[in-house]
């Protein structure tokens, strides 16, 4: 059926869009699939460009072309690629400093620029800003925030790229990609709830977790509650911020990403949930499925297994962080939507939500930005995007608008958003290359 959602567009303005909502795989997906048909604008802002959320069943194992990682049951990749890192674009770097506007409490998240909750009902957590903790800066080889490295530096995320061969069906993927579509910063501020918030804290009360989809506990991981029969007791706050805020429509994406940061700096514990509805009282969560990464382990899910984006990666490694980019330098591959994908996946993707058609982009597909590509007009924060899209590129995470990139909520984001539409609108899909990083699979859906 057709349903109406929204993004905001170049210059702030609400676009509305038709799309429709996929129901032919083996599961019901609650993944939005294709865009089918872009019109009408307002002055409102809204969280948009991607929905997530769609199933999978359990199952396969396999291998990567990655180093160091491996699926579940699977064997590691080959590849001896490794992150590089250290220095920052421009000459400016800085070790540990601090995104302006946030602030600190306890018991709960807060969202950044503004005042953290305190006394949360989950309690313990050290509430953070979303992103306005001390983040990626400094000369280290992987991202951090708050302390936490986000993965071990030979992790997908981390890799560098940059002299990986081409994929064999570059040139048919982009043919199906719109590569003539400009690219569109997919984030803002808080103000405008727009982009992918995230909190961070320790301690928290174990919250118990109620799946709303069928599909919710077979794909989602296991983390028994202290006490009683629940398989799944996540510790987030209740206060940790929802994607869109509290009154984006409840069959939207309302992604909640929160950071654990105990066993800093190597051993941390990021919770994702898709769907997560509002806390209500002490019942805990409502969502459609959550997964757990354990920032220290290259391990992937369960082949087949999605998670809070379509293609069973996480979300937050994947977002352009204020803090990185004000620090000069983003270390980590980007996450990015199209349209139109292929039911089948590359690792460290694990989960696809598209068609039977092979010339459309797998999940997990890496991309690049052409080394030839000039950037001696850009500035500032475009350029530091641009240099990491040549160096970590560009990861396929989800089905949405084409060539949109995400990123975090963040106040800070206010004084660069004019001209980060601007400069991206000036990339398209053609200036980019895809890089072989291993086979396409489908064990598992």
Known sequence: MLEEGGFRSGGGRRV????????TMKKAISRWSVVLILFGCSNQTQSGGEDSGSAGAQGG?????????????????????????????????????????????????SLTGGTASTGGASGGAIGSATGGTTGTAGSGSVPTIAGCNIFPADNPWNT????????????????????????????????????????????????????????????????PCPTGSNKFCYPIPLTAPIEGGTAASTDSDRHVLYIDTAGAPNNCTLYELYNAQNPTGSSGWTASNGAIFHLGSNALRTDGWTSSDAAGLPVLPGLVRYDEVMAGEIRHAIRFTVSRTYQGYIHPATHAAGSSTTTLPPMGLRLRLKASFATSSFSGPTLVILTAMKKYGIILADNGSNWYISGETNAGWASYMDGLVSGLGKLHGSDFEVVDTGAVSTAGL
């Open 160 to 223: 560098d790229i940059s002299a990986y061969p081409l994929n064999a069906d570059s040139a048919t993927y982009l043919a199906n990609m719109s590569s003539s579509t400009s690219f569109h910063p997919d984030w803002g501020t808080v103000a405008e709830e727009y982009g992918i918030p995230f909190s961070i804290g320790t301690g928290a009360t174990p919250q118990p977790m109620t799946w709303n989809e069928d599909w919710g506990a077979s794909d989602s991981d296991p983390l």
């Open 61 to 109: 194992v396999g291998s990567g072309s990655y180093g160091g990682f491996a699926s579940a049951g699977g064997s590691a990749g080959t590849s001896s690629a490794t992150a590089a890192g250290g220095s920052s674009v421009g000459g400016a770097t800085t070790s540990g400093s601090t995104s302006s506007g946030s602030a600190i409490g306890s018991g709960g998240a």
């Open 16 to 23: 509305t869009a038709y799309l429709w909502k996929n129901k």
